[in-house]
């Protein structure tokens, strides 16, 4: 810390610094709590921060800082405004922070001025105002409301008030000894492989411990956000961590359970199999909507009125959150299931009820389409193609023939291709020929309902429909093999697809775009998995090779993505995020 006489010495100082670093600014006679100066000086996520009385700026914003300041320095000593006349008014202007987030904000350079609630941030002039202030100070425990904003600000119901109450402090604890979120997520995720290894051994012991083992796994999961919020430790990398993580310890328990079932006679991967389709189509439907409506310059939904309204009170709030079975229910559900029953029961559990919550929020998301009024912008269009995931047959047949006019043919031409992909799975006489060709027709019209811009009220529907015809393609042809270890080799490929397709949703988010063209060639895209997948049931109907020619598919999937993956997010210079996450 240095301190400068005037606007001109912090100038000189500043230009000092090296370029790749992050600077403050912060005016000699602030008084306020070190939390206020904490959420303004040190959160990664924004170039520019500002409190009043304190300034930050990342090294991308030190250029535009530094003739901000010395647009300054001209301006208060020739007694001019600093800001060009019809800026937007910023308050807090008197101190030489606050006339350069002004200034900043008039250059383009956008400024974060976050929410201090209950904080103290001031810059008394008079003794009067600063014993004011100072008392301000001393009536809030900054540090209270430190662990009260760790806590995320919506989440379900079994985990606000089963187990934010403890692991907050639990987030204080591991930040007072120097571990980092991402350590605590990769905890999380050994405890929950630890899980699956217990359920894994099919006795009413290991049972038991991996129930146990899942709910510590859970209260992890929620430490280590509540930790980033806490310790202001945000990263793009933290939230693939974390999201991508969940889902790798669900899957991961699904299989555990199903070996452990087997292990006492009882087959239940395909039941295993389906409840990994059915979650990743639900999660695939909240990121497709969400995307498809992140940036919509209207919503005049009756059906969002309601629920704005509904919101109004309070009991509706909890019991709208629980219908959707999120994380913390589920894996409650999952855990407590597991101890006492069997795993059969758990996975009819499971399918029942993220069957009723995927049919409660696509409906009401369904009405929310039709109903709004909005323009879908060429972002949201872009990013419904990317989650598409169409590879090169898809690509041709984009090419070549385009889809008729009209806001509702995508969703119809992907509906159309998927129910007769998985109908001929279903009926078709296995082994045929007759599968294969229909995979040439749903590659076809699955080229078609991309080949124009997904922006009618229900293209949102488009990604989810294909995700939901390529799994339950695999998923159906495997069941129907009667080969020895094909659906559990399916549940390694659905696994590796599924992967591809979170890793698409987390780029999307994190604003870097999507998994370079190359690579969705390498792999297929769904189109061409599904049509690989029907060429090797007809070619493969004897013996064990079925079940080898999936491994190895999952497995040339799964290295393709994963060494990319793993790739880009370590070289990643992405601006720092933290998603709050889906409840789901």
Aim: with cysteine.
């Amino acid at each position: 810390m240095t301190a400068a006489a005037d606007a001109t010495e912090a100038a000189e100082l500043l230009a000092a610094v090296p370029a790749s670093r992050r600077v403050a600014l912060v005016d000699p006679r602030f008084v306020g709590h070190v939390h206020a100066l904490r959420l303004g000086l040190t959160d990664p996520r924004f170039a520019a921060a500002s409190i009043p009385g304190a300034l930050t700026a990342q090294p991308e914003a030190r250029p535009a800082l530094l003739r901000a300041l010395r647009r300054v320095v001209t301006a208060v000593g020739a007694g001019s405004p600093v800001a060009p006349p019809g800026a937007r008014p910023v308050t807090e202007e008197r101190t030489v922070p606050g006339r350069l987030a002004v200034a900043l904000e008039a250059e383009g350079t956008p400024v974060q001025r976050p929410e201090l609630g209950s904080l103290t941030a001031s810059v008394p002039r008079a003794p009067e105002e600063r014993s004011t202030a100072l008392a301000a100070v001393a009536a809030v425990d900054d540090e209270a409301v430190r662990l009260r904003s760790a806590v995320k600000a919506h989440d379900g119901f079994f985990t606000t008030y089963f187990i934010s109450p403890y692991s907050r402090y639990i987030a204080r604890w591991c930040a007072r000894r120097g571990f980092t979120p991402n350590q605590v997520t990769t905890a999380s995720l050994i405890t929950a492989l630890i899980a699956a290894g217990s359920a894994a051994t099919g006795t009413r012991g290991g049972y038991v411990a991996a129930g146990v083992l899942l709910l510590l796994s859970f209260v992890l999961d929620c430490t280590d956000g509540q930790l980033a919020r806490y310790s202001l430790q945000y990263s793009t990398m933290g939230a693939w961590l974390d999201a991508t993580f969940d889902r790798a310890k669900e899957y991961a328990y699904y299989a555990g359970l199903a070996l452990g079932a087997a292990r006492g006679g009882d087959d239940v991967w395909v039941l295993a199999l389906g409840a990994m389709v059915l979650q990743a189509c639900r999660h695939v439907v909240d990121f497709s909507f969400n995307e498809a409506n992140h940036d919509a310059v209207s919503n005049t939904s009756p059906t969002a009125a309601l629920s704005d309204k509904l919101d109004s009170v309070g009991w509706t709030v909890w019991l709208r959150r629980m219908i959707v079975l999120p994380i913390g229910e589920r894996w409650a559900m999952i855990a407590v299931l597991t101890a006492v029953t069997t795993p059969r029961i758990v996975f009819y559990a499971l399918l029942v009820g993220c069957a009723l919550a995927a049919c409660y929020t696509t409906a009401g998301r369904l009405l929310r389409s039709l109903t709004r009024k909005a323009q879908r912008t060429d972002r949201a269009a872009r990013a419904l193609y990317d989650l598409a995931d169409s590879g090169p047959l898809a690509q041709a047949a984009a090419a070549a023939l385009r889809r008729p006019g009209g806001g509702f043919t995508a969703p119809v031409l992907a509906f159309a291709g998927a129910l007769v992909m998985v109908a001929a799975a279903l009926f078709a006489p296995y082994g045929g020929w007759l599968t294969v060709g229909v995979a040439a027709v749903y590659a076809v019209l699955s080229g078609m309902a991309v080949s124009r811009p997904l922006k009618g009220a229900l293209d949102w529907l488009v990604p989810p429909v294909f995700r939901a015809a390529e799994y339950c393609t695999v998923l159906v042809l495997a069941a129907r093999s009667d080969v020895p270890h094909a659906v559990p080799a399916a549940f390694g490929l659905v696994s590796a697809v599924a992967y591809h397709h979170y890793d698409t949703v987390y780029r999307i988010r994190g604003a870097t775009g999507a998994p370079p063209q190359w690579l969705v060639r390498t792999v297929g895209g769904h189109e061409g998995r599904t049509l690989v997948v029907a060429v090797l049931a007809a070619v493969l109907i004897h013996g064990s090779g079925f079940t080898t020619a999936l491994t190895a598919l999952a497995a040339a999937v799964a290295l393709v993505v994963l060494v990319e993956s793993i790739r880009f997010w370590v070289s990643s210079s992405a601006p720092a995020v933290h998603d709050e996450g889906e409840l789901a």
